[in-house]
């Protein structure tokens, strides 16, 4: 490897900047591994591409708490939300080459399922909607599966079924409602219980609309 990329991860190992209160400061420069155990992060894995190709890839700690076992470049993570923009990356390239259409309904393009009506109401939703978090469809968040339990279908996770873990978009929009209510007394402002301004309560429910 060239001397150069050896510097560069060197750079990345022992000189991380701290986040501080200020905007735009940083700490002073630390080592991966403390602030790792200052974050109480057993393992990591890094990966850098330079001009398109993977330069290097290290792991680092180990890949269970009270284990030994080390994260190496193959130990496999939770992707979680790094997958939205590398997603949202690829839906963006087919909408350059015309083969998607931002504000068209994603029920055009969906197979295995579709967007439930609601009642007698069917929700225009659209992938402009589902990539900026409009829709009304987005759950407060996927904890993932241990190894040993069943894992879901994409058709099982959509409609809230088990053995998924996470509720169907009906029973998040009733939760909206709920959420609305609570802003009610703060008008267009924050309220301390629902932690979104009742503007934005209102934008996601109007995508989604009540619960039935």
Request: charged share 20%.
């Amino acid at each position: 490897m060239p001397a150069s990329a050896e510097q560069r991860i060197a750079r990345v190992v022992e000189q991380l900047y701290p986040e501080t209160a200020f905007e735009k400061r940083y700490g002073q420069p630390r080592p991966l591994n403390e602030r790792m155990a200052a974050r109480h992060t057993p393992g990591a894995s890094i990966a850098v591409i330079n001009d398109f190709e993977i330069e290097w890839a290290r792991g680092f700690g180990v890949s269970d708490l009270g284990t030994a076992t080390p994260v190496t470049p193959t130990t496999l993570f939770q992707a979680g939300s790094i997958s939205k923009p590398i997603f949202a990356l690829a839906v963006m390239r087919l909408v350059q080459q015309g083969r998607l259409d931002l504000d068209a309904h994603v029920n055009t393009y969906l197979k295995s399922w579709k967007i439930p009506a609601n009642g007698d109401w069917q929700p225009h939703v659209t992938l402009r909607h589902l990539l900026s978090h409009a829709a009304g469809l987005t759950v407060h968040g996927f904890p993932g599966y241990q190894r040993s339990e069943p894992l879901p279908t994409v058709v099982q996770v959509l409609n809230g079924e088990p053995p998924a873990n996470t509720q169907h978009s009906s029973r998040a929009a009733d939760a909206l409602f709920r959420r609305r209510h609570d802003c009610g007394a703060a008008g267009s402002g924050r309220h301390p219980r629902c932690g979104v301004s009742r503007n934005h309560a209102d934008r996601r429910i109007r995508a989604v609309g009540p619960g039935s």
